[in-house]
Structures are given as structure tokens and as C-alpha cells.
């Protein structure tokens, strides 16, 4: 069997798709991808294909999530889920070093970790997009050597949507439905019209090394257009949009539309739409010494501009107010984001809306701001 | 730094690592404050700073403060930063005795604008424990004076009690050179001097608006007011320096909490020309 090659495209049958998981493995990847997991398709790590959803898919809306069976047995008919796969790139919490006391000094230990190579099998574009965006904000002064390290080792599986949830909105923000170049390798699933199939694109020589190992055929014109078909119908599923024109001065220019005030009323500062983000980065550190006091670790653990002690400064937080929080998530992810790392923190993956308690919906608040956008606060709510 | 086994790559490549100083001398300021002089390593030394920078400092089992360094920047040997007891670490950091170690890392951020200074008269505001960022751009400018138009200072404190280097203040109350006004908020029968804020000082200062540029440091209140009215009476808005603060967890850009709009603090701060945070200064929570 000839070496592929990048930008190759094959077809790859369902029937060996056990085969491409093995490959992984041989290859020396931990392969994590989605799995079902209390009522929802989560990322874990995927062992065989039997810890793969096959044959589920999801209902979501803003504040809500249900799985639900398919009518047929689709390994990746589904799209996102509460996990994104900033969980391995940077995990909820990671410990930075580790400390010997040494005399009245300290000394640092090496980390023993072996590093693990992970292969993302199931990274939807907007995934993918996220993973560019990380790939900038943790790399500023200097690369964060926890991120990088293991993004480096990272093999990036992408798999393009057939079908799109409503709160998707990869469309409006240029990121989805279909994938750029930025993969390993690059997955469309065809159950329809047969054989259950998918198509594989060779995007690198890490992508093409593992593809080797696995039984695939030069793709034909019908695997293409099969494959195309899907991606066109997932962005015809599209149904929620966020008009990005202009929004970075939209949201700056007015911070006191009373928007801010009824998206605060409704908002309950509970961070679940920054653990959901897949951009979201804010981090805290925290010292954990051994009781015998000598010994010590430096954490690293997701944090939330919607914690209150987030912004403390000398004992008061600068962002007292709810209004102040969410307008600060709101502003940073599609406004300053721009300033600070040159686009949008916003992928369209429409996390923050299906696991919202309550069902805001940032779309939503950017559409009432911008539907008057110099509208003042009524007489009687002013302070 | 002593990094032992094979596995761990060389010092310093890592940017969460602390490097362990030495305490050589500990000075009590205040009832809560001290200033601490640091060496750095045998054989090594610590990396050269620009006044107004500052740096994380670590404490063995306790964690990490950012502080600013209030040291000469021609004495490149000695680390010198000024610690107001705030919480456990402050505490911890403030409590180490000489001979002791405290963890190092940086120095980070923006420095006062030094190159800008030169043949301008020069109006420092300090309210506080904003004296101490400030020292390291006063003594570069009191080492070649001539360089500069006047130079006039304002420094501001809660009380007598409270204010920090308080020989070297009276030293430079004697120079000629120099003109400094002391001002606290309340003060016993004991106090000579002014009580008020430090604003109320600025009509007593001598500069002309247009060929100044002003270095402010202090409480946020302190430094809104300052500039306002620095601007109102000339001074160019592009002119006028504050230093910022804000939470700060990394010092490096990675943790997102000292936000301020646009900026991490920790990176285009702390230093900003006033008229690039105007606006921001004058809303509330941002």
C-alpha cells in the first residue's frame, strides 16, 4: 500500500473504522474523543468504539439538553457537547511545579510526568477554530510550557457536521460548518446513501503516518459530493446568527444600555458559561503545601471574570455588580479579544447558550443592543 | 536557580518558575510595611528592571504577590521592594527575616516613560504606597538632575505614621533641587505639615503645564483625580503616567485577571498615559 500523502482524500469504510482506532493507539496516542456520560455526550478517552455514541444524538436550546436516539447508527451524528477540548489543553486544574524545602531556601523539582500524546478524535471546526484562538492567547509573554507541550503532541481528528443544533452559529462567525486546514486528518461521515462510509482528508504527515496502518481506498467523486452534501446541509441547519459587523464598537461604545441592566436581572453569575467556552481562559493559582510543610505545589485552576473575587483588589472586588461581570465576559469575548489577540473569542459553538441556567443567549443581547443601540435606561430604573 | 535531575529543562525557560533571593535587609516603615533588600543567587544577578516595573514575589507554602520594585536602578545588585502587610502572603513576605528566601520572578510590565522626562519639568504624585514605585524613576532623575526642567513632588499618606522612607523624604525636603509637599489625611498636634489630599497640594507646585509630564501612583480615586486636574490646569493628557492596579495572578498575560478593558495590566500596564484610559478611569467596574 502506497504512503498517503497530505491532501489526499480516501475513503475509509465503516467496517474498518475499528481498524483507524487501533492505528491510533499503535501510533502511541491516548485516543479521547465523545462519550456518553450523565445524560450527555461528554470528551473521555476512547478505548474501543464501543465508547463512542453510536447511534445517539442531542436535542439542545437555550438552558436545555436531552440525548436522543437516531433513527440509524451515525458514529458522530451529534454535535457539541458541555466538554470542549480545552479540558485537555488546559485542564481545569494543572499543577505548574512542585517545591522541596532546602534550608531556609526552596528548590525546585523536575516534573517525572511522562507527557501524553492525545489524539482529538471528533474536533468540529469550530473546534478546531477554538484551538487556533488558544493557540494565541497562550502563547503571549512567553508559551505557556503546560499548553504548548502538550498541544504539540496534540493529533487534531476533525470531523465535519452533517447537521447543526439550534444553537449553533459557526456561520456567522466564519468558523463551521465545514473544516479549513488546520487537521491531522479530517472525517465526513456518509450512512447515506451507502455503504456507511466516511471520507478522510490528509491534512499533515502525523495525519498520513497513521492512515497508513488502516485499510482505505482512493476517495471517488461520489465519497466528495456525499461529503460536501453533508456539510452543505449542516450549514442550511444553521438557525441562529450573530451579525459580527461592527459588534467589537457595538458592545464598547455602549456599556450603559440598559441591556446590560436586564441581561444582569437574569443572570445568575453561577461561571458556567465560561467552564463551557472553549476559548475562555481565565485561570487562578493556588499554593498547596504538604502538612509537614516541606514540600509545596503550584496549581493552576479554571477561574471566572463572574467571580466575585476575581477582580479583588485590596479586599474589594472591582466588578461588584453583576451587570459589571457580564458585561465584562460579553465585551471581552467579542470585543477586546480583538485588541488583544486579533479576532473574535467567539467561535459560534453555542456552549454558553444550551448550558446557561437560564437560557441567555449572547446572539440574543447582541441583537436587543444593537436594535437601538443609543437606547437609555427609563426614568424610574435610573439610579 | 537549582533545578536537580535530567528531566527538568534549564532555569529560567520556564516562565512560572521562581528563582529563590536571599533577604539581606529587612527596614520596618511603618507599623505594616517593610522594605526588604534582596540578592539574587551566588554568581548571578537580578535581571535589570525599569522603574515603575514590578515582580512576583513568593513566599515557600504561602504563594505569590505582585510588587513593585523600589530599588536604585544604579545599584543593579540589590533588590529592593516595599511590602504593605494586605493578606497572608503580604504577611508572609513582609515577615522574612534576613538570611531567609523569598521567590522571585520577573520583573514585569511597563516602566515609567524615562526617555520622555529628559528637559521636561517633572511632576511626581504619589498617594500612599505609591511612593514606592515611584523611588526607582526619582533617584534615576535626581542622578543626573541637570538633565531635567523642575522637578516637584507630591506625596500623599493616610497619616504621619504612614508614610514610607520617610529619612530619605526629609533628605529631599532639604535638597534645593527639588521641591517636595507632604500631605496626610488626618494627623495629630504633632503634624507641621499640610493635611489634605494630595490634589489640594498641586495649585503650590511650580511647573509650566505644557512642558510637563507627571508620574502618578496611588489609589485609584487618587490617581482619577489627579489627572483631571493636572490636565485641567495644562499639563498634555499624552503627558500625564499612571500606574494601575489590578488583581494579578500571573504576571504574565495567561490568567486573565487584571483585565482593565483592552489591556492585561501586567502587560501594557502598569504604566499608561492617561489619555489611553480616560474613559475607562472615569466608569465604574470596568
Redesign the interface.
Known sequence: MAPNAVGERRRLLRADFPAFLTALRERGYRVVGPTLRDGAIVLGEIRDETDLPIGWTERQDAGTYRLVRRDDAAVFGYTVGPHSWKKYLFPPRER??S?V??G?????????AEPVADAFLGMRACDLAAVRISDR??D???P??GYHGRRRRTLRIAVQCGGAAPTCFCTSMGTGPGVGSDHDLALTEIVDPGPHRFLVEVGSEAGAAVLDRVPTEPAGAADVAAAEAAVARAAAEVGRHLDPAGVRELLLDH?DHPRWADVARRCLSCTNCTMACPTC???????V?SLA?DR?E?W?RW?S?FNLE??????RP????G??RYR?WLT?KL??WH??FGSSGCVGCGRCITWCPVGIDLTEEVRAIRADPTAVAPPEAAP | ????????PAAG?????PT?Y?VERRVAETGDTVTLTLRAPTGTAPPAFAPGQFNMLYR?????AAISIAGDPARPTELVHTVRV??KVTESIAGAAP???V?VRGP?GTGWPMDDLPGRDVVVVAGGLGLPPLRPALLAILARRERYGRLEVIYGARSPKDLVFYDEVQAWRRRDDLRIQVTVDAAGRDWYGDVGLVTARLPDARFEPARTSALLCGPEIMLRLTARALEQAGVPPERIFLSM???M??A??????C?F??D?VC?TGPVFPYAAVRDRLD????
Open positions: 505548574l511545579w517545591a524545602a532546602d531556609t531556601s526552596f528548590r525546585l523539582e523536575p516534573d517525572a492567547v497562550f503571549r509573554t512567553a505557556d510550557p456599556p481562559f481565565c485561570s487562578t493559582t493556588e499554593e503545601p510543610g509545596t503550584k493552576r477561574d471574570c476575581f477582580s479583588q483588589v485590596h479586599g472591582v466588578r461588584q455588580s451587570l459589571s465584562q471581552h470585543a477586546s485588541d488583544q | 536557580m537549582s533545578i536537580v535531575g535530567e528531566a527538568a525557560s520556564n516562565p512560572w518558575w529563590p536571599r515557600f507554602g504561602v504563594g505569590e494586605a493578606g538570611g531567609e528566601t521567590g514585569y492596579e489590578r488583581n495572578k500571573c504574565i498575560g495567561l490568567c486573565g485577571h483585565q478593558g483592552p492585561f502587560r466608569r465604574r467596574e470596568v
